[in-house]
């Protein structure tokens, strides 16, 4: 068995994260993309959402992660028995996440369903892979929001497409190995295409934002809707 080696740096992030809502039981966030969600093995990757966090809210836990790359919302539980009643509704997938992305190319289609397993395999860490023997159940949606073309500082005209995604199940990497299991990578993915087109390979950050999270409320019983707008 492989063993898996971790050998990622986060750089310093000096964004700030934003509080959106806050009550005695959970906050919700904007975390900038480049932050890490929970601090890593290593004792330069201690900067993260959760080591911020606790630092206001003691006690506070992540109740789901979004990628280094990734900006947007997410929500954090300020005990274990919030952060137990959140994590129930995300297992059982009745929280609704939307994202916000840029994807290389122009999508045929307005819509779709990308239906395509997804596999760890320890040889290509941190990759995932696409495995329909080995891989779990993974399902995105999307829909197209415009097409349009980036003029590029020689002049050269990059087609990209604004999408909405919806994943219905939550496994990592799924947006971003979806998209370029579609044709259509997301911009600024060092890891699965995103970077290849010509001009595409100074993108600042991952075109990918987490814009609506919707979930009840474990105490009120209030059906949550986040919204952040994209920021790209």
């Keep these: 068995m492989s063993t898996i080696i971790d050998t990622f740096i986060a750089p ?18 904007n975390k900038p993309s480049g932050l890490l969600s929970l601090s890593g093995k290593n004792p330069q990757n201690l900067d993260s959402v959760h080591h ?6 003691a ?6 992660r979004l990628d280094f790359g990734t900006s947007g919302l997410m929500v954090i539980a300020r005990n274990k028995a ?14 609704t996440k939307v994202y916000s992305a840029l994807l290389c190319g122009h999508v045929e289609h307005n819509e779709g369903l990308i239906d395509a397993a997804i596999a760890k395999d320890p040889a290509l860490f941190p990759l995932m892979s696409i495995c329909a023997i080995h891989g ?25 497409t604004r999408v909405q995604l919806t994943p219905e199940t939550g496994r990592t990497h799924q947006l971003r190995i979806h998209c370029q299991q579609l044709g259509h ?5 060092d890891l699965y295409g995103g970077r290849l087109l010509p001009g595409t390979e100074q993108t600042p950050r991952l075109m990918l934002h987490a814009s609506e999270l919707h979930f009840v409320h474990p105490i009120s019983g209030e059906l ?3 919204h952040h707008a994209s920021p790209f």
């Design 185 to 189: 990578p997301i911009l600024g993915c």
């Design 52 to 57: 911020r966090l606790v630092q206001i809210f």
């Design 12 to 29: 310093p992030c000096h964004d700030t994260i934003e509080n959106l809502y806050q009550d005695d039981h959970l906050v919700i966030i």
């Design 136 to 160: 779990k159940p993974a399902r995105s949606f999307y829909q197209v929001v415009e097409r349009f073309y980036h003029e590029l500082a020689d002049g050269t005209l990059l087609p990209l």
């Design 59 to 64: 006690g506070c836990t992540l109740v789901h």
């Design 224 to 226: 949550i809707k986040a």
């Design 82 to 95: 919030i952060n137990a009643a959140l994590c129930q509704q995300f297992s059982q997938r009745t929280v």
